[in-house]
């Protein structure tokens, strides 16, 4: 089965680029919030990150039940839940007055990030089969540029107004406005493709749902090293090397800028050439983790942390294009519900694991531990081959038609 190349509206074609700025516009204020919500609840280190821990309590099973809900309304139903993410950041901001009630905020932001994560990607997956086009790793890159956008305008307007409920209210107003205008972009969108979804699988073949959650386990590894650069970056300048805050800081800074320009450039490729993107792109992370836990000074940490950036960061957008591509409109959702559920216990784990080699070896030789997570992931890409042994659908090739455009 070839990718569908008909033309959307221009309204639909940018629907996604909207959906995932609003989604990296929330998660940059609250990146950069932390320290105010913290304070806000009057609670002390060790309780907030037990606080904190629920975001991904909450965002789980909202994950494995969106996917559903997208399938039965629509891609409508995405902008509906990106502006409900804005608005439980001020919920969460206005209510945190206690530890109860920062954990029960807490939650339900996770329930609504993780519900709103698996809608965008179906979104954007759905646009990419539908134009030939990188949609997907062409998103991610809006999501990354929209943090570090939205971290830095964040960190002035609280430094200004001073106020949590301020920061996150003028957040809810552009995650709110952005999801009206998805809802509006995707309202006229067709409900479904020219496949029939759900067909029954040919005798002997492999369950289409296994496929789906091998790529969800590999995604798990590139989230895992993903998410330990964005999380201890900064905690390596300042540990390693004394850096001040203001140097420290410029760490995350980076891998995120990097990120997105990555993505950016990489788009093209990663949809024509997605085996060959996961092996390189493994390659270069190994090799950035490796300079980094051996770097003598912070120049080289840095250049380290930045070639990470590079290879980590197309990682989880080429193996969500490549495994969503062959999937009818009628089952997308599911299917995004698969993959990013199964990768999302990576993303959790990641930090949590790197804090423990941490603890045991020192935080500059526990990024180690994360490059040999990506020198192990090219092994796994042989398990990729289970999608062209499933029935449901038609597999994906890594050499696409002539069809596609770049």
Same mark, same amino acid.
């Given at each position: ?117 698996? @809608? ?70 067709? @409900? ?186 090219? @092994? ?27």
């Amino acid at each position: 089965m070839s990718i569908v190349t008909v033309r959307p509206s221009l309204a639909l074609r940018v629907a996604p680029f909207l959906a995932f700025a609003g989604f990296g516009v929330f998660w940059g204020v609250w990146g950069a919030t932390l320290p105010l919500l913290r304070a806000r609840a009057g609670v002390g280190d060790a309780e907030f990150g037990l606080a904190l821990l629920l975001v991904g309590a909450g965002a789980l099973p909202a994950m494995l039940l969106t996917g559903r809900l997208v399938d039965a309304l629509g891609l409508r139903v995405t902008g509906v839940l990106l502006a409900l993410l804005g608005l439980m950041g001020v919920v969460l901001s206005a209510a945190s007055v206690s530890y109860v009630a920062l954990c029960a905020g807490v939650l339900c932001v996770g329930a609504s990030s993780g519900a709103a994560d698996v @809608a965008i990607n179906t979104l954007a997956a759905t646009v990419e089969r539908r134009t030939g086009r990188p949609v997907v790793a062409r998103s991610h890159a809006a999501f990354s540029a929209s943090v570090a956008v939205a971290s830095l305008s964040a960190g002035a307007l609280s430094a200004t107004a001073g106020r949590l409920l301020v920061t996150f209210a003028v957040a809810a107003v552009v995650v709110v406005a952005l999801g009206l205008g998805v809802v509006a972009a995707t309202r006229s969108a067709p @409900a479904r493709d020219a496949d029939a979804p759900g067909s029954p699988e040919p005798a002997g073949r492999t369950p289409w749902w296994t496929g789906l959650l091998v790529v969800g386990a590999i995604g798990a590894l590139a989230f895992a090293a993903e998410n330990a650069y964005q999380t201890w970056a900064a905690v390596l300048l300042t540990d390693a090397f004394t850096a001040s805050p203001a140097l420290a800081a410029v760490a995350p800074a980076a891998f995120a800028t990097t990120a997105a320009l990555t993505r950016l450039a990489t788009a093209a490729i990663t949809l024509r050439r997605a085996i060959a993107t996961l092996v390189v792109a493994s390659t270069i992370a190994t090799a950035g983790g490796l300079l980094t836990a051996f770097a003598a000074t912070p120049p080289l940490a840095l250049v380290g942390i930045t070639a990470a950036a590079v290879g980590t960061s197309v990682l989880f957008p080429t193996l969500l294009s490549y495994g969503l591509r062959p999937v009818a409109d009628g089952s997308r959702g599911r299917a995004t519900s698969a993959i990013s559920t199964v990768a999302y216990l990576g993303y959790l784990a990641g930090p949590a694991c790197f804090g423990l080699l941490a603890d045991a070896t020192g935080v500059q030789k526990a990024f180690l531990g994360v490059a040999a997570l990506t020198a192990v992931l090219p @092994a796994t890409i042989p398990a990729l081959s289970v999608l062209r042994r499933a029935g449901a659908v038609s597999p994906p090739r890594d050499e696409e038609p002539s069809s596609i455009r770049t």
